[in-house]
């Protein structure tokens, strides 16, 4: 079955980009998922952050999409998030995790064991 | 964007009692709901998708009910690992995808 492993930077300068890259393992980046991130605060719940497809098409929290960009690198089996202008409230555990389309089902069956990002000096 | 709310936040019981917990959609999600479990430092689990439908190898000690913007997931004989945090979240709006709070559910 699908496998997914999160890598990146562990902590990041207040203003500045987070950057996370998901590694997919088992399963190939261009079936049918889509790939998403989500994070969740220290002690506090889950935020869907957005979700990329093969194609490059790109699908964002409005919460964040200022803020918030995504790629896919299909050669790599690989998939990114980039989040700019950080701040302590984006310190959180980062899952990378796929999803099948709304008419499937947008749920998450598969989940890498997360990356803990800190924001801070 | 759909707001779920989970209730109680916290429900503390004993094992073997059964466990009910509560999710809200502030619109209408049809049945495009889903429940996870977590345990401290661990990746969410699904339980159960579609409103009602269990993944794979989940226990049938677990079901979950409901449509439109009540739903309950009911854990019928709680076991010593079935304490944890249990999230709902829709996919009823894409692109929107949201989750509730969370319910932890504790040893009484």
């Known amino acids: 079955q699908v496998q997914l492993q999160e890598s990146g930077p562990g902590l990041v300068k207040p203003s500045e980009t987070l950057s996370l890259t998901c590694s997919v393992s088992y399963y190939s980046i261009t079936s049918d998922y889509y790939w998403a991130w989500i994070r969740q605060p220290p002690g506090k719940g889950l935020e869907w952050l957005g979700s990329v497809y093969q194609t490059g098409s790109t699908y964002y929290n409005p919460s964040l999409q200022s803020r918030v960009s995504m790629s896919i690198d299909t050669s790599r089996d690989q998939f990114s998030l980039y989040l700019s202008s950080v701040t302590a409230a984006d310190t959180a555990v980062y899952y990378c995790?796929?999803?099948?389309?709304?008419?499937?089902?947008?749920?998450?069956?598969?989940w890498g064991q997360g990356i803990l990002v800190t924001v801070s000096s | 964007e759909i707001v779920m709310t989970q209730s109680p936040a916290t429900l503390s019981l004993s094992p073997g009692e059964r466990a009910t917990l509560s999710c809200r959609a502030s619109?209408?999600?049809?049945?495009?709901l889903a429940w996870y479990q977590q345990k401290n430092g661990q990746a969410p689990r699904l339980l159960i998708s579609g409103a009602s439908t269990r993944a794979t190898g989940i226990p049938d000690r677990f079901s979950g009910t409901g449509a439109g913007t009540e739903f309950t997931l009911t854990i019928s004989s709680l076991q010593s690992d079935d304490f944890a945090v249990y999230y709902c979240q829709q996919y009823n709006k894409w692109p929107q995808i949201t989750f509730g709070q969370g319910t932890r559910l504790e040893i009484k």
């Open positions: 619109q209408s999600v049809r049945n495009n």
């Open positions: 995790a796929p999803h099948y389309d709304f008419w499937t089902g947008s749920y998450f069956e598969h």
